[in-house]
């Protein structure tokens, strides 16, 4: 997701004038967004664990507030969230490992949580994939790992490096390369595993990181938590592989889902988001039937692309009819959902 800020920053010139206030208010259902999946909502706690399957209560409203959230997942690992962003530190004996240094200055209201908890230093951080909005402020650790004279490690797949260096990428490359498809390393006593995609969706080197102990995975941009996917599938590139993922994440051994962006997440989100991705085709695939093709390739546009283009709209708007009433209530729905159809027409040719 890279450019959320920027979008953010657009929603929020729009919102300056009154037509806008009424249109940000037409996205919102009466009774607010439902939740996607049966949960209980609980206010953020530095001390009490968070159980499997509790969710942080108004994260949307502390979001658009600008409030920084941290919740105790375990003994020692933390989930925090600012600017829509997330991510998950876990405090060592000696050090803290943190799983992405989220950009746009996000950093510092991380480093702040961590300091917070203890007072130790961030002595490993890992690069998740090469996406700049969840590693770019990885220069904050380096700066804070100097003063502290630690030797700060960095850790990605080799896919990741590789994928920054295609990319022009001004970042510092990692210290240390795990395998992309199936690895591990270890963070003192922690053991750190990576499974990456035989077709990876979101981007060539999105993989599932997984902090074996803990019982918690970290894959950013995959799905969203309490929500329906933003715009294309959290920017992925394509959807060829996406439920496959989603399916291999479903599949791993774990409690607890830090997703990037969204709530906390549990197996419980996965199910939810697989199911959606059912009903979404099963829709499309009704719309496309229901929009047959001579209905739109006719004379009067003298222009197939003109033509194709009216046969996508009708498709996309017979799908969200359907739709609408399973999940209209739910975070992003208008917004994104059209995106997302036509990903999917795309992936099918
Ligand atoms: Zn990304």
């Known amino acids: 997701m890279k450019k959320m800020i920027g979008t953010l ?19 919102m259902p009466e009774g607010g967004y439902a939740s996607t999946i049966k949960s209980e909502f ?34 020692r690992s933390y989930w925090v969230q600012t600017g829509f962003y997330n991510t998950v530190f876990y405090v060592g004996h000696q050090g803290v490992l943190v799983m992405d240094p989220i950009g746009y200055g996000s950093s510092v209201s991380v480093l702040k949580a961590i300091q917070s908890i203890t007072d130790k230093p961030v002595t490993a951080v890992i690069y998740s994939h090469h996406h700049e909005d969840h590693i ?21 797949t080799y896919a990741t490096a590789a994928a920054m260096r295609a990319g022009g990428s001004e970042l510092p490359q990692p210290t240390e390369k ?24 979101h981007s060539s080197d999105a993989a599932v990181w997984l902090l074996e102990q803990e019982k918690i995975a970290h ?25 496959e993922n989603l399916q291999a994440l479903d599949k791993m051994q774990w409690k607890y889902l830090s997703a990037g962006h969204g709530n906390i997440g549990s197996h419980g989100d996965v199910k939810f988001m697989l199911n959606y991705l059912d009903d ?34 009708s498709i996309i708007n017979k799908t ?18 059209p995106y997302q159809i036509r ?3 795309d992936s099918w040719g």
Do not use: W
């Not at 795990?178 to 969706?201: C, H, M, P, Q, R």
């Not at 499309?284 to 033509?307: M, R, T, Y």
């Open 9 to 27: 920053l657009v929603l929020c010139t729009i919102g300056a004038n009154a037509q806008s206030t009424q249109r940000t208010a037409s996205y």
């Open 42 to 75: 609980i206010k953020p706690s530095l001390q009490k664990q968070l159980q499997v399957g509790q969710k942080i209560e108004h994260l949307t409203k502390r979001n658009f507030a600008g409030e920084t959230t941290v919740q105790r997942l375990t003994e």
């Open 136 to 156: 770019g402020d990885i220069g904050l650790y380096i700066k804070q790992a100097k003063k502290a004279s630690v030797n700060l490690r960095i850790i990605a």
């Open 178 to 201: 795990l395998n992309f498809l199936s690895d591990s390393t270890t963070f003192e006593n922690l053991t750190i595993k990576v499974e990456g995609f035989a077709t990876a969706a």
């Open 219 to 243: 894959i950013p941009d995959l799905l969203n938590p309490n929500q329906l996917p933003y715009l294309g599938f959290g920017g992925s590139e394509t959807y060829v592989g996406y439920k």
């Open 280 to 313: 979404l085709e099963s829709a499309i695939q009704a719309a496309s039937k229901a929009s047959p093709f001579e209905d739109f390739f006719i004379a009067k546009f003298n222009n197939h692309q003109a033509s194709a283009h009216e046969m996508q709209e």
């Open 320 to 337: 969200m009819d359907s739709l609408r009433g399973k999940y209209g209530e739910f975070y992003g729905f208008e917004a994104s959902v």
């Open 343 to 345: 990903m999917v027409l």
